[in-house]
C-alpha cells in the first residue's frame, strides 16, 4: 500500500516494504522514486527509494 502525504512541499511516499505482496520493482517503488529520494516505512523514519541516494 502506497500514500503520498500531501501538503508539504516535499511528497513523501509511504512504502509497506513488510506486506508480502509488495513488489520492489513494481509501479509503486517507481512512483515514490519519482516523488521523492526517500519514502517512509515501517519501523523506520525514512528508506532511499534510488540507489543514487548517498545518505538515507
Known sequence: MTQIV???SDE???LDLADP???VTGH???RA???NWYA????AGR???T?????C
Open 47 to 49: 528508506s532511499c527509494a
Open 33 to 35: 522514486r519519482e516523488q
Open 28 to 30: 509503486e517503488m517507481e
Open 40 to 43: 517512509r516505512t515501517p519501523g
Open 12 to 14: 513523501v511516499a509511504y
Open 6 to 8: 500531501q501538503g508539504r
Open 21 to 23: 505482496g509488495f513488489d
Open 51 to 55: 540507489p543514487r541516494a548517498r545518505r
